[in-house]
């Protein structure tokens, strides 16, 4: 990029940096956005097909989940990457929706590229989208259904949802259970508001023979087993202690030397550490513990005394797991053994070391703050998918018992959509009524998506939908398996509102900011030029 002045140029960018503007930058940009949705478009539904996606390093992972995919694929069009945080951005929010969402932007970038065509201004497009956006929201709003965070009826049909169309789906009706019970087991009422971490719900994977194998633990998984073979494997009624700080004579923190010139001298050496060992492993026993999880290590000679009084111990076990064991176990977890006190520990029904000798299970936790989920599956790729649908389950589900609002799925809101927003484009007029109604439209893109990946004829769907809609049906959806229009609600067909809202904002605001842009410049690394591609 250069100026002339007195007939010399000035040179602005630096050199390598390539520039592109007006309607080129926007064809760019459009077809980025068309290409990113594209990806994931045939995943969208309980019949969506699943990606398999290999890494450099000969990685594979086979999903249908959008953000999942959209995360592996490396883009390096910078339109492209800000549609894949669209995703992100949803995923991060509310753990569900995001091939919707991007399949959405992409539809909207489809309506501005026809409405730039002819000629329409890209500030009015934006202020369209914008408008029909607010709109949007407003209508959601209205279709939306209260739940009482303690409807477990409810809140199954939620997780199913969510679940539904994933490649566990054969385990699906014990994982709805699961999945409710782990959220409904965590969450809290503060000031007459339901909170959830979703930190609280842990899960862990375990290579099994079967995915019927999974299963919901009131208390934690931990990836170690005892210290000593002398330890017991099972304690029942246990009380877990719970220490910082390694039981063995640690280092010293500056350098020095001991200098041992008889056999007296040794034995008294040995005999003075013994005795300090004896003292950490008395202090455990002192306190009533028969369970003891250790951040760092256990020496021999510790181990040996906490043998012999029956206490089941473990070493090395990472900080997270051991607070997240704390939580679950009402217990505190003390830096010194000499300061453990009865009331530091916490209490469990059962501890046990799995019979595969890879795990131990610490469970029957009352009233746990924090609970596992355990998954078992014969594959890596697997056990990957079946964490995939717990984590998208466990979110919705959380993100409906905080907000106390659904709305049905199938495609009915965003056809109820499509006929409210255009009936609104009609009462504003000029340009920008245009816009408005080419935003409605964008939301033809899920319906038809849902029929296409379902086998079955978009265009009479999607006419059918529009018909039923017109008659008042708000809540006509398309089952995907019979291809017939029903009721979503009498269908169980429903997800939190909080999912279609970030659905709705994300991709309205992606759109209008992408449609804005008219000049793109681009420093290459190494101060080569090129145009970005995808």
């Known amino acids: 990029m250069s100026q002339q002045l007195g007939g010399q140029p000035i040179i ?3 050199q390598g940096t390539t520039r592109t ?11 980025a956005a068309k290409a990113i949705a594209g990806a994931v478009r045939s995943t969208l539904g309980p019949r969506g097909m699943d990606k398999m996606l290999v890494g450099s390093t000969g990685d594979i992972v086979i999903t249908n989940d959008g953000a999942t995919i959209l995360g592996e694929i490396a883009v390096k069009h ?11 951005t949803q995923d991060d929010e509310v753990g569900d929706g995001t091939t919707t969402a991007v399949i959405l932007v992409g539809a909207l970038m489809e309506q501005a590229e026809s409405m730039l065509e002819q000629g329409i201004h890209p500030t009015v497009i934006a202020e369209g989208y914008r408008m029909g956006m607010e709109k949007a929201l407003e209508i959601v709003n209205s279709l939306s259904l209260k739940v009482d965070p303690s409807d477990r009826k409810i809140l199954l049909k939620i997780a199913n949802t969510a679940i539904t169309g994933k490649s ?9 259970s699961i999945i409710v019970d782990a959220v409904m087991t965590v969450a809290e009422t503060v000031d007459g508001k339901t909170l959830v971490d979703e930190e609280d719900v842990m899960i862990k994977k375990q290579k099994g023979p079967s995915m019927d194998d999974v299963e919901l633990i009131r ?21 877990v202690a719970m220490v910082a700080q390694p039981l063995e004579v640690t280092k010293t923190q500056v350098k020095a030397k001991i200098k041992i010139t008889s056999t007296d001298q040794v034995n ?16 455990i026993i002192n306190s009533g513990a028969n369970v003891l999880l250790c951040q760092k290590g256990i020496s021999d000679i510790a181990q040996f005394y906490l043998a012999k009084a029956g206490i089941l111990a473990i070493e090395d076990i990472p900080e997270k797991d051991l607070k997240y064991a704390a939580r679950a ?13 009865a009331k530091d520990l916490g209490i469990a029904d059962l501890v046990e070391e799995d019979k595969d000798g890879k795990v131990t299970r610490i469970s029957g936790c009352k009233n746990p703050k924090a609970i596992t989920i355990l998954l078992r599956g014969t594959s890596d790729y697997l056990l990957d998918e079946l964490e995939r649908a717990v984590v998208d389950g466990t979110r919705v589900v959380m993100d409906a018992m905080e907000d106390g609002t659904y709305v049905v799925g199938g495609g009915a809101v965003e056809t109820e959509l499509l006929m409210k927003i255009r009936e609104y484009a009609q009462t504003v007029g000029g340009r920008v009524q245009l816009a408005i109604e080419a935003y409605a439209a964008a939301y033809e893109s899920i319906p038809r998506a849902l029929a296409e990946n379902s086998g079955f ?6 006419v059918e939908l529009k018909n039923v809609h017109s008659q008042g049906k708000k809540n006509a959806g398309l089952n995907v398996y019979e291809g017939k229009v029903v009721d979503m609600l009498a269908e169980g067909i429903i997800e939190p509102l909080r999912s279609k809202r970030q659905t709705i904002m994300s991709a309205s605001e992606t759109a209008v900011m992408l449609i804005r842009v008219d000049d793109m410049m681009i420093t290459q690394q190494g101060g080569h030029g090129g145009a970005p591609g995808m």
């Open 219 to 239: 208390g934690v998984v931990i990836d170690k087993v005892r210290a000593s073979d002398g330890m017991p494997k099972k304690i029942s009624h246990a009380k």
């Open 78 to 88: 910078p339109g492209a990457k800000m549609v894949i945080e669209v995703a992100r």
């Open 12 to 14: 602005i960018l630096r």
């Open 168 to 176: 566990i789906e054969q385990v699906k009706g014990k994982l709805d």
């Open 268 to 283: 008294a050496f040995s005999e003075q550490e013994r005795e300090v060992l004896k003292k950490l492993a008395d202090a």
């Open 21 to 31: 503007r007006g309607k080129e930058v926007q064809r760019s940009n459009i077809m």
């Open 457 to 462: 004829d978009s265009i009479d769907k999607l």
């Open 329 to 341: 176990l009402h217990a505190t977890v003390v830096n010194k053994p000499e300061s453990l006190a």
